[in-house]
């Protein structure tokens, strides 16, 4: 099989749908940036995974009050493993060390899940034997794993495939089950979602065609609680995303949006955002935290103190013109070394200002703010013709 030059994955595509543009600079070798939403769920998937293939062959099978202390150890690896990723991220704010106890409440509420799943009756965590999680071992018929397509193009890593169990623990099919350590939906599930999940069990059944009955499921830990994702398959529209997803040299269209704005890491390399902003296709920036595109015209290194010119967008190539709109800025923590850093290096000209909290007099930047230099890439790509 020939490896395609571009795969899509559910999250690709979820951010190819949301703004093309936004995929196109996901793939531009970018520094990233970390966040500790990713980091809690990265370390809770890796301990449910370590507990799936706990080696317990040598334990006594009615030991118990081993599992909450067990669980902990397992999650405590994998935290300084990851906080070390998070510190090593080009672009990050402050390592919230206290969100560990979000981290075990998350693992032990996925735990639950599984334990749920494994139809052993409702027994507490400190109770649950050696024995009994064997038998919850026993359901899981993969923890982490990747699905591919038989042509490549489609690729997507499984959080975990469990059997489904009659009450008398016959089993009955398949779940494919996505672990969600995010907010719980407050209706039903996304329509992102149902099609993520639905695409892990339409993947699952084009590779195993003599499959039994597959249920595809988001496993919400913070419940915890189970959302059944169903409808018709999803390959057809995968495989004509796909088509639109070469990477080329051209930026794809961006595709300015409120939602897809919003979080958006690639603002500092984007124009549209800004120039949608400017000309009213966006909101004015005008909540208790806004972004902003500015020249810097005081900084004091030493107290952190900004005197700025605000910026409006002239085209949607990256071109600037002031606003004459001068504003006070206080920089602390990690806005102020990024600050410093950006006002040391060879960059001259706009400076991108992310989640500036502009409720009081001066406007305050701090941990939770970014400093970049204005760099909208549409413009290198122009310069480089
Ligand atoms: S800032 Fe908005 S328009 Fe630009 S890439 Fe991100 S989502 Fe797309």
């Not at 809770?44 to 799936?52: K, L, T």
């Amino acid at each position: 099989m020939t490896v395609p030059a571009h795969q899509l994955s559910p999250s690709s595509w979820n951010n190819y749908e949301s703004c093309p543009r936004k995929y196109w600079l996901s793939r531009q070798r970018l520094p990233r940036k970390a966040g500790m939403a990713a980091t809690i769920g990265t370390a809770v998937h890796d301990s449910v995974e370590d507990m799936c293939n706990l080696d317990l062959s040598s334990r006594d099978a009615d030991e118990v009050g081993w599992l909450p202390p067990t669980a902990k150890a397992i999650l405590d690896l994998h935290w300084d493993k990851e906080k070390e990723i998070f510190l090593g991220t080009p672009r990050h704010p402050a390592f919230k060390d206290g969100e560990i106890i979000r981290a075990h409440d998350l693992l032990i509420g996925s735990l639950n899940l599984l334990i749920s799943n494994a139809k052993i009756g409702k027994v507490r965590m400190s109770e649950v034997s050696i024995a009994q999680w064997r038998m919850v071992q026993d359901t899981v018929l993969a923890a982490e794993g990747t699905l591919r397509s038989s042509c490549g193009r489609l690729m997507g890593r499984l959080d975990l495939l469990v059997k489904e169990l009659d009450e008398d623990r016959n089993p009955v099919g398949w779940i494919v089950a996505d672990l969600k350590t995010g907010k719980m939906p407050t209706g039903g599930l996304y329509d992102t979602v149902s099609r993520q999940l639905r695409f892990y069990r339409d993947m699952l059944l084009e590779i195993n065609p003599n499959a039994p009955k597959v249920r595809a499921q988001g496993w919400y830990s913070a419940g915890p609680k189970v959302y059944e994702a169903e409808g018709p398959s999803v390959l057809d529209d995968a495989f004509r995303a796909w088509e639109g997803m070469a990477i080329t040299k051209e930026p794809l269209e961006a595709n300015p949006d409120e939602d897809a704005c919003r979080f958006c890491e690639w603002k500092a390399w984007c124009p549209s955002w800004f120039y949608s902003r400017t000309n009213g296709g966006l909101p004015p920036s005008e909540g208790l935290f806004r972004d902003e595109v500015a020249i810097v015209l005081q900084f004091d290194s030493a107290s952190g103190a900004c005197m700025v010119e605000l910026l409006s967008s002239k085209d949607e190539e990256g071109g600037i013109i002031p606003s004459g709109r001068t504003i006070g800025i206080i920089c602390k923590g990690q806005s102020l070394d990024q600050m410093r850093e950006v006002m040391e290096s060879d960059h001259r000209g706009a400076v991108f200002l992310g989640s500036i909290r502009s409720n009081s007099r001066p406007w305050a930047m701090g941990d939770w703010s970014e400093v970049l230099p204005w760099t909208p890439l549409l413009e290198s790509v122009r310069d480089r013709k």
